[in-house]
């Protein structure tokens, strides 16, 4: 087994958009190994840090980093997208902050055995919880071929989308498709070579589609995003790391809805819908990586970063 490394993006903007106090309760959504979280406890080693992932082999490895605060910590693994009920059998009833790190951890792409890289051999799974839920394999061997398309080209974003559809329904027609290379064997006949991107590998967009599929990261993000904004007391504060277009744009969007007041027709006189703005967005646009973070941690090159405040 991989030892489970994982360098945290953006930890100095994370803690500077937070504010950790003592005695403040705060919550890291997507644990990982720990690193926001520590970096959360060192800041206020009186707050009470809840980690959820769900992701076993994190857990584990963020219980150890994290054993010396011990006593302020609770791990939980789970789905963020049930927030709400993790703290509820907490009797916790309100944050005052949340970090949520979209990213996969580099100990999950280099694990062979959990099937979420194109560069090694293994068997097409991708689930962050291996306890439960449909495998990559389950995906591309029993979905219908349109379906395939539209995960692959609206999760993907790949142009080629409809060729490699079609050329797995063909190739798991002859065998099933069990393996990462069979699979990215596939992908590269469907993709014609002199259009494959000299910047990405040919499997790359396919691969992250399958990944957000099987793991429905996309709903989860948006409900428990939602849900964690909820929990926010007044001035707490919420602090969201993505690392592609499609988690941005949901941030984005989410934060845009929370922080509106009145949408009555300009034409009337006076409000009638009530609506008030819930948060106050702190990053007019998303913060990103210096230099000298990229250059040490390539993976924080793609990654943003946005922040409210609960009114």
């Given amino acids: 087994m991989v030892a489970f490394h994982h360098l945290s993006v953006l930890p100095e903007e994370v803690i500077r958009f937070l504010e950790p106090e003592d005695g403040k309760t705060y919550l890291d959504g997507t644990l990982g190994g720990g690193g926001h979280a520590a970096l959360i406890l060192e800041k206020a080693p009186d707050a009470l840090l809840i980690g959820i992932d769900r992701d076993q082999a994190a857990l584990a490895a963020a219980g150890t980093r994290l054993a010396v605060h011990k006593e302020h910590i609770r791990l939980v693994h789970g789905d963020f997208a049930g927030v709400a009920g993790h703290l509820n ?26 099937g979420f890289s194109f560069q090694q051999d293994a068997p097409l799974d991708m689930r962050m919880d291996t306890s439960s839920g449909e495998t990559a394999a389950d995906l591309v061997n029993k979905l219908p071929e349109p379906e395939l398309e539209r995960i692959i080209s609206e999760y993907g974003e790949e142009r080629w989308a409809k060729r490699i559809a079609s050329f797995i329904v063909k190739e798991r ?50 409900r428990g995003m939602r849900a964690a904004i909820d929990l926010l007391k007044p001035g707490g504060r919420g602090v969201i790391i993505s690392f592609h277009s499609l988690e941005d ?63």
């Fill in 89 to 114: 059998k907490l009797g916790i009833t309100g944050l005052d902050g949340f970090i949520l790190d979209l990213g996969v951890s580099s100990h999950q792409l280099d694990t062979r055995e959990r």
């Fill in 249 to 311: 744009r949901i941030v984005k969007h989410v934060f845009r809805e929370y922080s509106e007041g009145c949408t009555c027709p300009r034409q009337l006189p006076i409000c009638v819908c009530g609506k008030q703005p819930r948060v106050k967005v702190l990053t007019r646009r998303p913060v990103t990586a210096t230099q000298e973070e990229t250059d040490n941690n390539p993976r924080a090159r793609s990654a943003k970063l946005r922040a409210v405040e609960k009114l």
């Fill in 173 to 222: 027609a002859e065998s099933l498709i069990t393996t990462t290379f069979r699979l990215v064997d596939i992908i590269k006949g469907a993709v014609p070579k002199a259009k494959w991107d000299e910047r990405i590998h040919p499997a790359t967009r396919t691969f992250q589609a399958l990944r957000i599929a099987v793991n429905s990261e996309l709903d989860s993000l948006e």
